[in-house]
């Protein structure tokens, strides 16, 4: 099978970038009643990906309408288990705790622009395709599937997942979750706000909801000096990387202040499980406020953590809290006006409403003055249009030591 354009398989991956990266399709997947479609597996350069191709022409089906069976096919797999040859891999699913709706009805992409293919069927359940294997989903479905476990109703109840072999190694492939309708991401609510001058009401709410999705991933141990050691060594390694790419950024600065932040800890973060990219589009709200938390891969970066660091929950509060900062900026930036008190009061209201269980506030400056930095390196490696917020996000948090 050969794809009937490289160069629209490139762009939809990769962006537009120079130059036309080589394209094979190495796999194919056609399930059962998948119709006139299967998902390839797609060499890209030196990654892989999966997507759905036209079986006659190979050409890339990009609209979930138009391979509708293909969709349908793959989320009844994962719902029941199925364990599916494909010519050069194999799905291996597994049903999921909560018992799955009927996956029947329209199938339509999620409207949204994501890394990954997010399907909607039938309005009562979503099939999230992870895109480029090998990029973390599978502790994605370690999560969702013990939050769902744990009765955790903050995320969207987790029917069913598949993994996809290849060459002998097992890739995390899809989720299929229920459909919450009727909601928007915390990002777009926080435009909404800036723009109608309305206080973020709802910030307590999302502090709750958070706790109350840590201590669902469970109680962790307390963390000990080699925990420290290791995220004051990846901090330090993000730091030189950005000062290197970042230029004009504050991050030579941040790296004094982390030093700081790191000895004035009196009290360590437990380590646990976390979410580990939480910030405001992961959290959906509808007219009431907060109601579910999403997409639990990995933060995106140009410097991944390295292997065996700690997760902490306070990574992800201080995350939760630099995203405020970011959202506010960021609408200021399009013309929307100053944020200064509206980030005061959501910073404030998310804090309190995590409640005792916050973590010191040496070692949450400590986090959000990392993720500054991250954002940073992460806005001059991939994402330039991020920059200015990075920066002023940044350079704010270290004019205001009592932020938090």
Not at 17 to 26: C, L
Request: negative net charge; charged residues 20%.
């Amino acid at each position: 099978m050969r794809l009937s354009s490289a160069v629209g398989a490139a762009r939809w991956y990769q962006g537009k970038g120079s130059g036309d990266p080589e394209v094979r399709v190495t796999a194919t997947l056609r399930p059962p009643a998948a119709g006139d479609h299967a998902l390839g597996v797609l060499a890209v350069g030196d990654a892989v990906y999966v997507a759905p191709l036209h079986v006659g022409t190979g050409a890339l089906a990009d609209d979930p309408a138009g391979c509708a069976e293909l969709w349908r096919a793959l989320a009844a797999a994962a719902a029941t288990g199925e364990e599916l040859d494909g010519d050069g891999c194999r799905l291996l699913a597994r049903p999921g705790p909560a018992p799955p709706p009927g996956l029947g009805g329209p199938v339509r992409a999620i409207g949204a622009d994501q890394t990954n293919t997010t399907v909607v069927l039938g309005e009562r359940a979503v099939v999230k395709c992870y895109r480029r294997l090998g990029d973390g989903g599978a502790r994605e479905l370690d999560r969702v599937r013990a939050l769902t476990a744990a009765g955790f109703d903050g995320v969207p109840a987790l029917h069913g997942a598949a993994e996809l072999e290849v060459a002998g190694a097992r890739h995390a492939l899809l989720l299929l979750q229920a459909y919450v309708p009727g909601t928007w991401d915390g990002f777009a609510q926080a435009d909404r706000d800036l723009r109608a001058g309305a206080t973020p009401g709802w910030a307590p709410a999302a502090g709750r909801l958070v706790a109350r999705m840590h201590r669902a991933l469970g109680p962790g141990r307390p963390a000990t000096r080699a925990d420290l050691d290791g995220w004051r060594a990846q901090a330090g390694a993000l730091v030189a990387a950005a000062a290197a790419r970042a230029a004009g950024a504050p991050v030579r600065e941040a790296g004094a202040a982390l030093d700081a932040a790191w000895v004035a800890a009196d009290r360590l973060p437990p380590v646990a499980p976390v979410h580990g990219d939480l910030h405001l589009a992961q959290l959906l709200f509808d007219r009431g406020g907060p109601v579910a938390v999403i997409d639990f891969e990995p933060a995106p970066s140009a410097l991944p953590d390295p292997p065996g660091i700690a997760e902490t929950p306070a990574r992800d509060l201080a995350a939760l809290l630099r995203s405020v900062d970011n959202a506010g900026l960021w609408t200021e930036e399009q013309g929307g006006p100053p944020p200064a008190a509206w980030i005061v009061a959501a910073r404030a209201g998310v804090l309190a409403g995590y409640g005792a269980d916050a973590p010191d506030p040496a070692i949450l400056r400590a986090f959000e003055l990392v993720q500054g930095v991250h954002e940073c390196l992460y806005a001059a490696s991939v994402a330039p249009f991020w920059m200015g917020v990075a920066r002023h996000a940044l350079t704010t948090l270290l004019e205001e030591p009592c932020a938090i």
